[in-house]
């Protein structure tokens, strides 16, 4: 996700995809509803909610480990570090900015109990944040290993 074109967070409430330091040619999409930035509205107003589950489930996969984050979070640095100790097969590990979007904490704090990054999920199943990830450190090769996350 391109940050740079980020819109301040009123905006992103309304939904509106006019981006005040929109660099021309420049590729970048809501990341619910996929309206490319420049365009006048977004498509996801009235389908926010189950946008967002959509958003969220298409990034988990049964042998992935996906972490969502926001850039500023050291927490999400460590999470991603120790998992970067593991040698993961191709696209089994993904990092998803989701810096300025306050919808996608609010669905966290819904389905997880919590709305703080990084939210770690194994599989389809967030394990909590990077303190879990600590707790887990021991079991975490046979955890990646059982779900084929790893080479
Ligand atoms: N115990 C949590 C702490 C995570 C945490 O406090 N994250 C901060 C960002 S550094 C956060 O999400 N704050 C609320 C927010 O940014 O909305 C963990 O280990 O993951």
Do not use: W
């Not at 074109?5 to 995809?17: D, H, I, N, V």
């Not at 009235?46 to 996906?66: E, G, I, Q, Y």
């Amino acid at each position: 996700m391109c940050k740079r074109l980020q819109p301040p967070r009123e905006e992103f409430s309304g939904r509106k995809a006019v981006y005040s330091s929109q660099i021309p040619g420049t590729e970048c999409y809501c990341p619910i509803c996929f309206v490319l930035a420049g365009e006048e509205q977004h498509s996801c107003s009235p389908l926010a909610s189950s946008m967002v589950d959509s958003f969220v489930k298409s990034k988990l996969r049964d042998n992935k480990v996906t972490l969502f984050v926001k850039g500023s979070c050291p927490y999400c640095r460590n999470a991603i570090a120790l998992l970067k100790e593991f040698d993961f097969l191709p696209g089994c590990l993904e990092v998803v900015d989701i810096t300025g979007m306050d919808d996608v904490q609010d669905y966290f704090q819904q389905t997880t109990g919590q709305r703080t990054v990084p939210r770690v999920f194994i599989g389809n199943t967030c394990i909590g944040g990077f303190s879990d990830l600590q707790k887990m450190q021991q079991e975490l090769p046979t955890k990646l290993r059982q779900i084929g996350a790893l080479v």
